[in-house]
């Protein structure tokens, strides 16, 4: 059975930072794509950043330069740093991961950002 949790939301101040964690297991996950989005309230889900196999990161334009993305695939999980954070970055951050055989979709980790 796969399972895909998330952790490491929580409230923060503009400029603060916390790291999210992305936990897999029951795909091989060393071969997996890993990806982060994100949902605010009354909008849609976007897309935020994914690292492949090799640990190259991308990212959606809006959190270039401050938010990073890596994995550990010993401890079979991936994290997203993320720091001067903005009151727009405020939502639920889902992780996904592509496997072989499909794709696996977390409960999702509230950051909130508020002064």
């Known amino acids: 059975q796969v399972e895909v949790v998330e952790s490491g939301g929580g409230l923060v101040q503009p400029g603060g930072s916390l790291r999210l964690s992305c936990r897999v297991s029951?795909?091989?996950?060393?071969?997996?794509?890993v990806h982060w989005f994100r949902q605010a309230p009354g909008k849609e889900r976007e897309w935020v950043a994914k690292i492949i196999q090799n640990g190259r990161g991308d990212y959606i334009e809006s959190v270039k330069g401050r938010f990073t993305i890596s994995r550990d695939n010993r401890k079979e999980t991936v994290y997203l740093q993320m720091n001067d954070l903005k009151f727009d970055d405020t939502a639920v951050y889902y992780c996904?991961?592509?496997?072989?055989?499909?794709?696996?979709w977390g409960q999702g980790t509230q950051v909130t950002v508020s002064s």
């Open positions: 996904k991961a592509d496997g072989v055989l499909g794709n696996y």
């Open positions: 029951g795909i091989i996950f060393g071969y997996a794509t």
